[in-house]
C-alpha cells in the first residue's frame, strides 16, 4: 500500500523538481496539503462498508409491511360463523 508519507513526499518533489515558476503562496500550499491529507485519509478508511443508508431503509420499509399483512388459512375462515367472517373482512380492509 500507498504510505501517506510517500505521497507528501511525492507532491513536495513535484513543486520543487518543476522548472516553472509556481505562483502559489503559504495559504495555497497549505489547502493543497490539507486536502491532499483528507483526500488520502478518505482513500486509505477501512471502516466504511459496502451497503449504504438507502439499502437499509428499504430493507426497514420491506419489513414494515411484510409484519403488517395479515393472513388466515382459508380452512380456519370457512369454519368461522358468518358475522365473523364479515368482521374479519372488515378489520383487514381497513388496515390497508
Known sequence: M??????IFSIIFIFIA???ANSLNSFEIALLGIGTAFIADQYFDSSLN????????????????????????????????????????????KNF
Do not use: D, M
Request: charged fraction near 30%; proline fraction near 2%; aromatic fraction near 10%.
Open 2 to 7: 500507498i504510505n501517506l508519507k510517500n505521497i
Open 18 to 20: 518543476t522548472k516553472e
Open 50 to 93: 459496502t451497503t449504504n443508508r438507502y439499502q437499509l431503509k428499504s430493507e426497514v420499509v420491506e419489513k414494515f409491511y411484510e409484519n403488517r399483512k395479515s393472513s388466515i388459512s382459508n380452512n380456519y375462515f370457512r369454519q368461522l360463523p358468518i358475522q365473523e367472517q364479515l368482521l374479519l373482512i372488515e378489520e383487514l380492509e
